[in-house]
């Protein structure tokens, strides 16, 4: 398979035909005895991986008769893998591994059927890597709870900012799946660790609201029982007005009785089909979505109705935070955008149910490719959060730029909120630690269609495998999981493991450089986001603005003068945020409205730092593309030719917004380049 389908599964056959013999001749028989389709699935990727790396079938054998090979199973359902690791059970929670291995003999233990499976999945890592070793003790238990997917897909096949072709699971308005394509796609979550997908669009439209009633219910179950062989729990985003919309019934008010029972009714009939169903993501009162602000009621009154509904079950209820004026007037200055979220939810905290976690976006804004954190982290002690990230590139490429982001989600994850005297980075408030919250987690949008490659730039793949690795360790740095993509999915030749990291590790640097200075978002055409349009939302409701005029630009959102949004962050950051001295050059113009002479911590101005990094983010866009072409003769055509076409479309692409983004900043300061190159 050269077309990327494999993605970072592909495990490739050992080169070195000496070491393959080796290590084959250590992996030849295999003892698993129990019954689960888990387990099941665990030993059949275990037997395709050792058949494609080592060129070794595996032979099957009685756990209590193996003296050489590998032993997998759940301390509760396999005598020898109790006796060879079981003293690790305790410390493994139910989602952890033990993997040990001495003498000939590697046993992969778990308290759960899914965490053998991820023991599996490592193991193979390992082998794949190159770093199996003879002698060998691991252990691994996820850093958080919930670990989960969201897709953006429509029943009508569409996927909502999706840039790598239709949905796998829907077409025509019907749900329709070739079951292996979607055994695929959840073989591939779960490799990295995922446990949780919301299988639909956050925007619920009319047919889709329709998934929690039959006949669909039952399709929808189709698709669960698949994810669940994987250890991955099928969630759904419903449309908080399904009352009237399904149900016929004339309100949907969250405090009206047969409302509540009309959701308890819908949760009976959801567990009778998914026993195991996660629960439900929801949209409401954002972008035109309905929401318990047409009762009067607020976000934890409708949360919690539901969350009662699903609570007999175990079912939990996700609730999205993304709630702002997205009619607002351009000309009122008042109303800031940045704030909405705190200004919603945080006089809120402490009244969600125990089942209610709060979805927040990383930044106040919408996924732009630099922003602040939410000050929502860290300020909301007695409530649940999940942090949400896009992997799909709305704002960031779409996939036809190359925007590899986890080290963008890496320095989000380790922001210090100065929420306990102890250090309080976000990572160790969204998984639980810090406020001993019971739920937490990620989520984050998918960027997968049914390309074949999954995700239409081959290198994007490496956003989704990072999304899923950072998930169940925050503490890998972005290299390490760059270098892990690299040599599974494209193969472990040296040159091409280290040409591939420097792009992906440059190049949410190069992207930011040519596109967003200083913290301006949303510089991009309305609706789609792609391409330069410096004003494409200056002046319409969206409350996206940069506020450029001759003088200067940038927002001000000082306490001081502005808007009042630096003072939600604790502390320290509220100081530095406020302080034009102080703020960080990167989120200078989120913070401040400057004149263009503004003099940056960096010594120069803010309108020669623009030309500066697009004069140079354009060129580097371009050994961007030269480089993936030093790699011709070490890749497969499919996989090399889909990056090439793309690659060197965003060096062209990367011109036209040097060009664009220079050519209105002259006109508007009228200061030439210091350096005299071309601006139009
Ligand atoms: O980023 C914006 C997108 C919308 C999306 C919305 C959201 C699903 O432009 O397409 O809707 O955010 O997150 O709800």
């Known amino acids: 398979d050269t077309s990327g389908y494999k993605a970072w599964l592909a495990l490739h056959a050992r080169a070195d035909e000496a070491q393959r013999k080796r290590e084959a001749a250590r992996y030849d028989w295999l003892a698993a005895c129990e019954q689960h389709d888990t387990i099941a699935a665990a030993v059949s990727e275990l037997r395709n991986g050792i ?33 060879l690791c079981g003293d690790a059970s305790e410390q493994l929670g139910a989602e952890g591994f033990a993997i040990r291995a001495s ?91 995922l446990n949780a997908i919301a299988i639909n669009n956050v925007n619920v439209h009319r047919l889709e609201s329709g998934f929690i009633t039959e006949p669909l219910l039952s399709r929808i179950a189709e698709l669960a029982a698949i994810f669940r062989v994987y250890g991955i729990r099928l969630y759904l985003s419903v449309n908080f ?88 007037d351009w000309r009122d200055r008042t109303t800031d955008r940045a704030r909405a979220a705190y200004d919603h939810f945080m006089p809120l905290d402490g009244t969600f149910h125990p089942n209610v976690l709060l979805q927040i976006k990383n930044g106040p804004m919408d996924f732009q490719v630099r922003e602040p954190v939410s000050p ?99 503490e890998l740095s972005a290299e390490t999981i760059a270098a892990e993509w690299a040599a599974q999915a494209i193969g472990p030749d040296p040159q091409a493991v280290d040409t591939i990291c420097t792009m992906l590790l440059e190049s949410l640097d190069i992207y930011e450089s040519y596109t967003a200075p200083l913290g301006v978002g949303w510089m991009v055409n309305p609706e789609h986001h792609y391409g330069p349009n410096v004003d494409g939302y200056e002046y319409d409701k969206w409350g996206t603005y940069h506020f450029a005029d001759r003088y200067g630009i940038g927002v001000d959102r000082t306490v001081a003068s502005g808007t009042g949004y630096a003072g939600q962050y604790i502390g320290d950051n509220a100081k530095a945020f406020e302080s034009l001295d102080r703020c960080p050059d990167e989120l200078l113009l989120f913070f401040h409205h400057v004149p263009y002479t503004h003099k940056l911590q960096s010594g120069v101005t803010v309108i020669q730092h623009i030309y500066n990094t697009h004069f140079d983010g354009a060129e ?8 993936w072409q030093s790699l011709r003769h070490l890749m497969p055509d499919g996989l090399y030719l889909a990056a090439e076409a793309r690659l060197l479309e965003q060096a062209e692409h990367a011109k036209e917004w040097r060009d664009r983004i220079n050519t209105y900043f002259y006109r508007k300061s009228g200061i030439a380049d210091a350096w005299g190159r071309t601006i139009y």
């Open 241 to 328: 007005a399904s009352p009237i919309e399904v149900g016929g019934l004339p309100t949907a008010d969250p405090l009206a009785q047969d409302v509540r029972l009309w959701w308890k009714e819908r949760a009976d009939d959801i567990y009778r089909a998914i026993p195991d169903f996660g629960g439900f993501l929801v949209k409401a009162d954002s972008e035109n979505r309905p929401g318990p602000f047409t009762y009067g009621r607020n976000h934890a009154d409708g949360a919690n109705m539901l969350a009662e509904a699903l609570a007999p079950y175990g079912g939990l209820v996700i609730w999205r935070c993304f709630v702002y004026d997205c009619k607002q």
């Open 376 to 474: 929502l982290f860290g300020a909301m002690e007695r409530t649940n959060q999940l942090i949400e990230f896009q992997i799909t590139q709305e704002y960031t490429g779409q996939q036809r730029h190359l925007c590899y982001l986890v080290p963008q989600w890496k320095a989000v994850l380790d922001f210090e909120t100065f929420a306990c005297h102890e250090g309080a980075p976000v990572k160790r408030i969204v998984d639980g630690t810090v406020f001993g919250r019971p739920y937490g987690g990620f989520a984050a949008v998918s960027n997968i269609g049914c390309d074949e490659n999954w995700t239409g730039h081959p290198l994007a793949q490496a956003n989704l495998y990072g999304y899923g690795r950072l998930a169940w360790n925050p």
């Open 620 to 627: 580097r866009a371009g050994e961007l593309a030269r480089k």
């Open 103 to 193: 003498e000939g003999l590697m046993a992969i233990g778990a308290n759960t059927p899914s965490g053998v499976l991820y023991g599996v999945f490592h193991l193979l890592r390992l082998l794949a890597l190159g770093e199996l070793t003879e002698n060998l003790s691991v252990m691994e238990r996820p850093a958080n709870g919930l670990r989960m997917i969201n897709q953006w897909d429509n029943i009508d096949g569409s996927i909502e900012r999706g840039y790598a072709g239709q949905s796998i699971f829907y077409a025509n308005d019907a749900i329709a799946f070739q079951p292996e394509r979607v055994r695929d796609y959840a073989r591939l979550l779960a490799s990295v660790g």
């Open 51 to 83: 058949r494609s790396i080592l060129g070794q079938e595996l032979r099957e054998i009685d756990p209590n008769r193996i003296e050489q090979g590998i032993v997998i199973g759940t301390f509760d359902g396999n005598e020898r893998i109790r006796a």
